[in-house]
Nanobody, 116 residues
Framework: QVQLVESGGGLVQPGGSLTLSCVASTTEFATYNAYWYRQASGQAREWVAIINNDGTRTIYADSVKGRFTISRDKYKNTVYLRMDNLKPEDTAMYFC?????????WGQGTQVTVSS
């Protein structure tokens, strides 16, 4: 079982930046692919960004491409999501997900609100 704890959310004005963190409780961190998802109120959960297990490949949803950056630090067992030029439509609960084969784990989420 892998525990994931997200942090870094908050209230930010349009155009602002935030960096989310996801700390994983596993000694096999480097064997897991990692994802960030988000879910706005009343909407389905959607994936935002993906990073492979060794951090060499990343993929982004079109809605965040060029504004968000996913990264990982194997020494800190942490996955990050740097979010720049935030828009009101980025308002959502953001979730970290890590998976390997049939096993997938989710964090509890961190709320991001973009509003003036």
């Amino acid at each position: 079982q892998v525990q994931l704890v997200e942090s870094g959310g908050g209230l930010v004005q349009p155009g602002g930046s935030l960096t989310l963190s996801c700390v994983a409780s596993t000694t096999e961190f480097a064997t897991y692919n990692a994802y960030w998802y988000r879910q706005a109120s009343g909407q389905a959960r959607e994936w935002v960004a993906i990073i492979n297990n060794d951090g060499t490949r990343t993929i982004y949803a079109d809605s965040v491409k060029g504004r968000f950056t996913i990264s990982r630090d194997k020494y800190k067992n942490t996955v990050y999501l740097r979010m720049d030029n935030l828009k009101p439509e980025d308002t959502a609960m953001y979730f970290c997900n890590m998976n390997r084969g049939p096993n997938a784990y989710w964090g509890q989420g961190t709320q991001v609100t973009v509003s003036s």
